[in-house]
């Protein structure tokens, strides 16, 4: 049973920084490709960043996000450095296999986490 754990949301202003937080059940990130994602109300879960033997970034985050694993503390993380307003959304963890690769694509991504919440206010 995959099991992914978010942490890390809060409440911050634009420019400010935080970092994310992905903890899976046991050594999961040597086999999978992690995953961020984020959704607002209304809209489609939209892609964040990803990491396997490369990262791959969303034009709307790179030079400002990066992503990162812990292997030794099974953890994925997500720094967000000079945060916009519309960064504000809910952040998913997700995971697939290693083999499969990359995708930018939320329905290719076979276990999730419950999410956390960003806000960020001009």
């Known amino acids: 049973q995959v099991q992914l754990v978010e942490s890390g949301g809060g409440m911050v202003q634009a420019g400010d920084s935080l970092r994310l937080s992905c903890v899976a059940s046991?050594?999961?990130?040597?086999?999978?490709?992690a995953a961020w994602f984020r959704q607002v109300p209304g809209k489609e879960r939209e892609f964040v960043a990803a990491i396997s033997w490369t990262t791959y970034f969303d034009d709307s985050v790179k030079g400002r996000f990066s992503i990162s694993i812990d292997s030794a503390k099974n953890t994925v993380y997500l720094q967000m450095n000079n945060l916009k307003p519309e960064d504000t959304a809910v952040y998913y963890c997700?995971?697939?296999?290693?083999?499969?690769?990359?995708?930018?694509?939320?329905?290719?991504?076979?276990?999730w986490g419950q999410g956390t919440q960003v806000t960020v206010s001009s």
């Open positions: 997700a995971v697939r296999p290693r083999a499969q690769g990359i995708s930018p694509r939320a329905p290719d991504y076979d276990h």
């Open positions: 046991g050594r999961l990130f040597s086999n999978y490709v």
